[in-house]
């Protein structure tokens, strides 16, 4: 069955760095969009960053130039490395895979960013 497990998420301080994965299975991984996003405690989901099967990539603009996606397909996984956090970047974090209709979700994985 299709599978997306998060991993890499915890407590860190201000200004340090985390890099999120995702592994995917029961699907064709290299035909998906994959994105992260995050819901902070309170508020809605939103995106944080995608990459195409073409390995284009977006950002939201809060993140640009401290967070970097990228994926390997051969091991069917997605990465999220997150420099110089901030106290807002806590939340949940959660992988989406997307191709046509499909849609999956992960489970998430917390991240806290605190002194």
């Not at 997306?4 to 201000?14: F, I, W």
Request: net charge positive.
């Amino acid at each position: 069955q299709v599978q997306l497990v998060e991993s890499g998420g915890g407590l860190v301080q201000p200004g340090g760095s985390l890099r999120l994965s995702c592994a995917a299975s029961g699907f064709r991984f290299s035909n998906y969009i994959m994105t992260w996003y995050r819901q902070p405690p309170g508020k809605e989901r939103e995106l944080v960053a995608g990459i195409t099967n073409g390995h284009s990539t977006n950002y939201a603009d809060s993140v640009k130039g401290r967070f970097t996606i990228s994926r390997d397909n051969a091991k069917n996984t997605v990465y999220l490395q997150m420099n110089s956090l901030k106290l807002e970047n806590t939340a949940m974090y959660y992988c989406n895979a997307q191709q046509f209709l499909n849609n999956f979700w992960g489970q998430g994985t917390q991240v806290t960013v605190s002194s």
